[in-house]
T-cell receptor, first 114, second 111 residues
Framework: EPEVTQTPSHQVTQMGQEVILRCVPI?????FYWYRQILGQKVEFLVS????????KSEIFDDQFSVERPDGSNFTLKIRSTKLEDSAMYFC????????????FGDGTRLSIL | AQRVTQPEKLLSVFKGAPVELKCNYS??????LFWYVQYSRQRLQLLLR??SRESIKGFTADLNKGETSFHLKKPFAQEEDSAMYYC?????????????FGKGTKLTVNP
């Protein structure tokens, strides 16, 4: 069964540094998402992406965050200048062409900011 | 604002016992409701969604609009059901596709 893949599985970064989290959605999916889960808290929506543009974003997704689909397969989340509070598990998800199809999640990237 | 509440952080039952994981939601419109499951060291997986009205791995969930609940039930729990369970909704209002999650319930099924 096709899966969403995320790399790296664990990223350790100094505060203030830029970080890029990578995702390869399922190949025939057209809707892409990023979520995050701070330790002990809920999974929270960050952003959705369709047709090469952001379709929805949360209050968390401020100017420090950006997303990109640089080629036909990758979907990246960039944090420009990381803060301690960005430490979390970041999940990528994708869904098929229909807006009413379920979202499939990757294994996540654990981001640790020192 | 949309909110999903899972009142039990931890739930422990014995194998063969019935299990019910509670989920209540707050949303003025008609949401789409889901249950996601995360087994140990595995990814979040869709367990079931209310519009499918199906039973997966013996689990069912009925949307009760009057009580704004979507409780997950299984008549006879198995040890392999031990996992983290998340209730979630998609508001659909304005075309939103974001999943709004509850905090999750950790289910432990004891032998």
């Amino acid at each position: 069964e096709p899966e969403v893949t995320q790399t790296p599985s664990h990223q350790v970064t100094q505060m203030g540094q830029e970080v890029i989290l990578r995702c390869v959605p399922i190949s025939n999916h057209l809707y892409f998402y990023w979520y995050r889960q701070i330790l002990g808290q809920k999974v929270e929506f960050l952003v959705s992406f369709y047709n090469n543009e952001i379709s929805e974003k949360s209050e968390i997704f401020d100017d420090q965050f950006s997303v990109e689909r640089p080629d036909g397969s990758n979907f990246t989340l960039k944090i420009r200048s990381t803060k301690l509070e960005d430490s979390a598990m970041y999940f990528c998800a994708s869904s098929e062409s229909s807006r009413y199809q379920p979202q499939h999640f990757g294994d996540g990237t654990r981001l640790s900011i020192l | 604002a949309q909110r999903v509440t899972q009142p039990e952080k931890l739930l422990s039952v014995f194998k063969g016992a019935p299990v019910e994981l509670k989920c209540n939601y707050s949303y003025s419109g008609s949401p789409e409701l889901f249950w996601y499951v995360q087994y140990s060291r595995q990814r979040l997986q869709l367990l079931l969604r209310h519009i499918s009205r199906e039973s997966i791995k013996g689990f069912t969930a009925d949307l009760n609009k009057g009580e704004t609940s979507f409780h997950l039930k299984k008549p006879f729990a198995q040890e392999e059901d031990s996992a983290m369970y998340y209730c979630a909704l998609i508001p659909r209002q304005g075309g939103s596709e974001k999943l709004v999650f509850g905090k999750g319930t950790k289910l432990t099924v004891n032998p």
